[in-house]
């Protein structure tokens, strides 16, 4: 099995697990029979352009998802925000603050740059003179 191929089945089962769904209902929900769709997500059969596309509308997911690897570092932030609704409330709120102070240090470095920047304007004004 090519390594594409491997991926895309491998990520078919992975999302279809991660929302709790049976191979029953995404083969229902793409229109297959069970045993069709069990054989494809085992890579008994390659999916058309059109299966992959009613897949993906099963797991409610893009189409392109299902190519995506699953490391979480490949993730965008986007992503990965998504992600962070899954987490308890505990984690979440950890990751609110942690969010928050990074925010604030990137706006707090931003204003010193800009002071520097124009620290540095007034001292060459005042060099030329």
């Not at 997500?41 to 699953?70: H, T």
Request: hydrophobic content about 40%; overall charge positive; glycine content about 4%.
């Amino acid at each position: 099995m090519e390594p594409t191929q491997a991926l895309l089945l491998a990520n078919i089962k992975r999302i279809r697990k991660e929302k709790g769904l049976t191979q029953k209902d995404v083969a229902e929900g793409c229109g297959m029979l069970v045993p069709t769709y069990s054989r494809l997500e085992r890579g008994g059969s390659n999916p058309s352009l059109a299966s992959m596309v009613r897949i993906a509308k099963a797991l409610a997911v893009d189409v392109v998802e299902l190519f995506q690897s699953s490391e979480i570092k490949d993730r965008s932030v986007a992503e990965k925000l998504v992600l962070v609704n899954d987490l308890s409330e505990y984690n979440r709120n950890v990751v609110t603050i942690l969010l928050d102070s990074m925010i604030e240090k990137d706006r707090v470095e931003k204003l010193q740059q800009i002071k520097m920047k124009s620290r540095l304007v007034e001292l060459e004004k005042i060099r030329k003179k």
